[in-house]
C-alpha cells in the first residue's frame, strides 16, 4: 500500500542503481508511487554519469553491490570524493565484511537480498529524512578527507594541524564544504560569505580562493579540495578526481524472489 500523500517525502529524488531489469523497474515503480523523483541507472559507468550531471539534487543512491563495469564498492569511493548524500546498498550476497566494507567507504545503510519491499521502502524514508534533518541542521564538525572543519569555533585542521585563516578565507571554505560536489558561481559565493548589501567585483572572490587554496597546499592535503568549473564558479571536492574506470571481477547475482512483497 501507498503511503498518504501527507505522510511522503516531497522533492525528494533518488537514484536507483540496479542491473536486473524487472527488479529496477519494479522499484522504480514503487518509489514513484511514494512520492520520488527516480533516476535509474544499469550499470557502474551509467550511474556516475547521472551523478556528475544530477548530484547536486540527488536526496539518496540505492546501490546493488554487483554491478557491470564498476561494482557498487567503485561507485560509493568515487561518489564519496565530492558528495554526501546518503547512500543505501542492496547485495545479493550477505558476508559480513561485504557489510562492513560498505560502511567504511562511507553506505549509510546495507540491505540484503532478499527482502521485504516495505522494509527497504521504510528505510528510504528514513535515510531521506535524515538528510533533511542534517541540511536543516549543520553538524558541529564537518569531516571532508582529512580537512576537519569545526563551523562554531571557526577552526580548520588538517592532518591535526591548524589552517591559519582570514575570515573571508573561512567563509569561503565552510561554504564549499556544506555542500560537496555543489558548483557555486561566484556572485552566489559573494552572496553567502560577504552580504547581499556588499558591492565587490566578483574577481575578490578568485583572488580569495587562490588565497584559500595556497593555505591548504601548504597544510600538506594531497589534493586541490576547491575545483574550478570553468565558467561557472567553484565546487569542494572530497578527494582526488577519479581514476579511469576499471573493470572488476564480478560475480553473477543469485537469484531474486519475484513476488512483491519478498521481491529483492
Not at 539534487?57 to 554491478?67: A, G, N, P, T, W
Not at 535524515?130 to 541540511?135: G, H, L, M, P, Y
Not at 578568485?206 to 588565497?211: G, R
Request: a negative charge; proline letters at 6%; aromatic letters at 6%.
Amino acid at each position: 500500500m501507498a503511503v498518504p500523500a501527507n505522510e511522503r517525502s516531497e522533492n525528494a529524488t533518488v537514484l536507483l542503481v540496479e542491473d536486473d531489469p524487472t527488479l529496477r523497474s519494479t522499484l522504480a515503480f514503487n518509489l514513484m508511487r511514494e512520492g520520488y523523483e527516480v533516476l535509474t541507472a544499469a550499470d557502474g559507468p551509467s550511474a556516475l554519469a547521472i551523478i556528475e550531471r544530477d548530484g547536486n539534487r540527488l536526496d539518496l543512491v540505492i546501490l546493488d553491490v554487483m554491478l557491470p563495469g564498476l561494482n557498487g564498492f567503485q561507485v560509493l569511493r568515487a561518489i564519496r570524493r565530492d558528495y554526501s548524500f546518503p547512500v543505501l546498498m542492496l547485495s545479493a550476497r550477505g558476508e559480513e565484511q561485504d557489510r562492513i566494507d560498505g560502511l567504511e567507504l562511507g553506505a549509510d545503510d546495507y540491505v540484503v537480498k532478499p527482502f521485504a519491499l516495505r522494509e527497504l521502502l521504510a528505510r528510504v524514508r528514513a535515510a531521506v529524512r535524515r538528510k533533511a534533518i542534517v541540511s536543516a541542521h549543520p553538524p558541529r564538525v564537518l569531516f571532508r578527507g582529512d580537512l576537519q572543519i569545526e563551523p562554531d569555533r571557526r577552526r580548520v585542521t588538517v592532518h591535526g594541524r591548524e589552517l591559519q585563516l582570514r575570515p573571508k578565507e573561512f567563509g569561503l571554505l565552510v561554504t564549499l564544504a556544506m555542500e560537496p560536489g555543489k558548483v557555486f558561481k561566484r556572485q552566489e559565493l559573494l552572496d553567502t560569505v560577504w552580504g547581499k548589501e556588499v558591492f565587490v567585483d566578483e574577481r575578490t572572490v578568485d583572488v580569495h580562493i587562490s588565497w584559500l587554496r595556497g593555505k591548504i597546499a601548504a597544510s600538506g592535503l594531497n589534493h586541490d579540495c576547491i575545483r574550478t568549473v570553468y565558467g561557472d564558479g567553484y565546487r569542494f571536492a572530497v578527494g582526488p578526481d577519479r581514476p579511469s574506470a576499471e573493470h572488476p571481477e564480478t560475480a553473477s547475482l543469485p537469484g531474486v524472489a519475484q513476488n512483491h512483497e519478498r521481491l529483492v
